[in-house]
T-cell receptor
């Protein structure tokens, strides 16, 4: 079974802090994604990566950056956390050509910024 | 701009009923459509993936259909059970890597 893990289930941070969210997948998938999920807005793509060291902006990249130094790991970084970044963050991965392969999701990290 | 809509937003049915969840999208140029299940406070679990060239996919009590020309997909759940209670999300792959998600249908199956 594909397994996508996220470093924390719940996280509480203060405004202005630098926040790291880690995601690891164990199926050698090329593609990895970061989404945030908010009530009434659904899932929105923040960044995705289709290879090591490669990244592309999604719909809402402002205030975020990412890092993919190894194939299995994709990190989301909030450079200076703000209260409007309080959300559920979901990581996903898929193999090869996205058109032919399912996305698999991690359990999510619920981030609260005070 | 692709938009994905799921109606109704919430649904309650008695146990044992067959039911249909709807997903509509505005741009028929999609690569695939995926159905997910999400339990409260959890991540998404993949249920079915339908490629753009396919009309339907089946897994156990679940059957998903795709009609690209009309911009619609349905998820059919046979003989519903309380354990099926969850939010069901559909997502279409519009760009090479870009999924657009609906906001989901919250299903409650009453025992």
């Amino acid at each position: 079974d594909v397994k996508v893990t996220q470093s924390s289930r719940y996280l509480v941070k203060r405004t202005g802090e630098k926040v790291f969210l880690e995601c690891v997948q164990d199926m050698d998938h090329e593609n990895m994604f970061w989404y945030r999920q908010d009530p009434g807005l659904g899932l929105r793509l923040i960044y995705f990566s289709y290879d090591v060291k490669m990244k592309e902006k999604g719909d809402i990249p402002e205030g975020y950056s990412v890092s993919r130094e190894k194939k299995e790991r994709f990190s989301l970084i909030l450079e200076s956390a703000s209260t409007n970044q309080t959300s559920m963050y979901l990581c996903a991965s898929s193999a090869g050509l996205a058109a032919y392969n399912e996305q698999f999701f991690g359990p999510g990290t619920r981030l609260t910024v005070l | 701009k692709q938009e994905v809509t799921q109606i109704p937003a919430a649904l309650s049915v008695p146990e044992g009923e067959n039911l249909v969840l709807n997903c509509s999208f505005t741009d028929s140029a999609i690569y695939n459509l995926q159905w997910f299940r999400q339990d409260p406070g959890k991540g998404l679990t993949s249920l079915l993936l339908i490629q753009s060239s396919q009309r339907e996919q089946t897994s156990g009590r679940l059957n998903a259909s795709l009609d690209k020309s009309s911009g619609r997909s349905t998820l059919y759940i046979a003989a519903s059970q309380p354990g099926d209670s969850a939010t069901y999300l559909c997502a279409v792959l519009s760009g090479t890597y870009k999924y657009i998600f609906g906001t989901g249908t919250r299903l409650k199956v009453l025992a």
